[in-house]
């Protein structure tokens, strides 16, 4: 709570304002209302941070986390936690699906102690994260301000589970950077691939990470750190999906265009089948207002990304198919949508050319014809 501040100065106001909060018939004595109207006030912050992070809206974080499936074995972490988004609806979740589980000692234990760890280097953030997983029922949860990227953090092969959405827009000295994160990424300076690689020390063998990342890592050719990357990916690890956002997923924070990113450690390969999915609508408008709307994709991608064995019976026209390893080895590690789905190609057909001239003709002569009628009317 270090600098801190409290703006409420006169206690009677102060007084009042608890008063009236501690209504019963306004629901505030229970956690989950409680968190309700924590989460609307952090749907509220409409602009980006200082480097260069922003909110993820609630309903993209609800998809990830159903994506993930995390359990009560799983210890998660969001090096870049921002308001423990990620956490919080992972601890719902937990709550929601084990509840029967959470009833024992050891996995009560584990839920509030040791299962959520959140890092960021925003005070206000860290602040903020505390106070939204307190309200969503975890008691202990490891929120801690730190340089995920720096020399001075070195854990590694701890986590079984990454949920994240790190900044993208920054770019970091190499000599400021772990040098475990070097030799992964080898030596990059953006933060994208230095957080990748991050999460590749991170996890645990056979640990999942879910991640949102810019659309630059997904095809970025020009730079060779990107492919190097996607090489690892698909061939000493397990990609398993990849879901491509329209650009408008972020406003009114930003309009990069991002992914979605799902990959397992097994430092041994194992990538089969990468299954792709082109999100086209998220169940709002895709401008500033970010309007409710009736086209959603998010229902249909959790749906077939739970049944994966019925996606091979789809083809590259469809806006969802999986795609198999060589054909990515193929086009050079790039994970572009587009290098992929094929689109059909209506054959019209066209009168035949004389049919055309003669028409053309006739409209000539009618042209004529009109002209003189005009000429002899004046």
């Known amino acids: 709570m270090e600098k801190a501040e ?15 909060l501690s209504d019963p018939d306004l629901g505030f004595n229970k956690t989950d209302m409680m968190g309700d109207c924590y989460e609307y006030l952090l749907s509220k912050m409409a602009t980006s941070g200082d480097n260069g992070q922003f909110r993820t809206p ?4 609800d998809m990830m986390v159903e994506l993930a499936k995390p359990t009560l074995q799983d210890t998660i972490i969001d090096p870049a936690m921002g308001t423990a988004g990620f956490l919080s609806e992972s601890a719902k979740y937990i709550q929601e699906n084990y509840k029967a589980e959470l009833t024992k000692k050891e996995n009560n234990k584990h839920f509030h102690n040791e299962m959520f760890t959140g890092f960021d280097t925003d005070t206000d953030m860290l602040r903020i994260g505390c106070m939204n997983m307190t309200l969503h029922g975890v008691d202990n949860p490891k929120i801690d301000y730190n340089n995920s990227l720096g020399e001075d953090y070195e854990d590694k092969e701890k986590y079984s589970l990454i949920l994240a959405n790190p900044p993208f827009s920054g770019s970091l000295d190499p000599s400021t950077v772990a ?8 030596g990059t300076k953006k ?3 230095l957080f990748l690689s991050l999460f590749l020390r991170l996890l645990k063998i056979g640990g999942r990470c879910v991640s949102i990342i810019p659309v630059g890592v997904l095809n970025n050719t020009n730079d060779k750190a990107y492919t190097r990357l996607r090489k690892t990916l698909v ?7 990849i879901i491509f ?14 992914g979605i990113l799902i990959f397992t450690k097994t430092n041994t390969g194992g990538t089969d089948k990468v299954w792709m999915y082109n999100m086209e609508n998220d169940g709002y408008s895709l401008d500033q207002k970010r309007d409710k709307i009736e086209s959603d994709d998010i229902p249909d991608i959790i749906c077939r990304w739970n049944n994966l064995a019925d996606e091979a019976n789809r083809t590259k026209f469809d806006k969802s198919f999986l795609v198999d390893k060589q054909e990515i080895v193929d086009n050079e590690y ?13 054959k019209k057909e066209y009168r ?6 003669a028409s053309i003709n006739e409209l000539e002569k009618q042209f004529k014809e009109i002209m003189a009628e005009l000429q002899r009317g004046e």
């Open 235 to 241: 061939e000493e690890q397990k990609l398993e999906g």
């Open 191 to 193: 933060t994208e691939l």
């Open 179 to 186: 040098k475990s994160l070097n030799q992964i990424s080898g």
């Open 334 to 346: 790039v994970f572009s949508f587009n290098k992929y789905h094929q689109t059909k190609i209506e």
């Open 58 to 61: 609630r309903h993209i974080i």
């Open 6 to 20: 409290f703006s409420i100065s006169n206690p009677y106001i102060l007084g009042k304002m608890i008063e009236v």
């Open 245 to 258: 956002m329209p650009g408008g997923v972020f406003y009114p924070y930003s309009g990069v265009q991002t």
């Open 352 to 357: 035949p050319t004389k049919e055309i001239l």
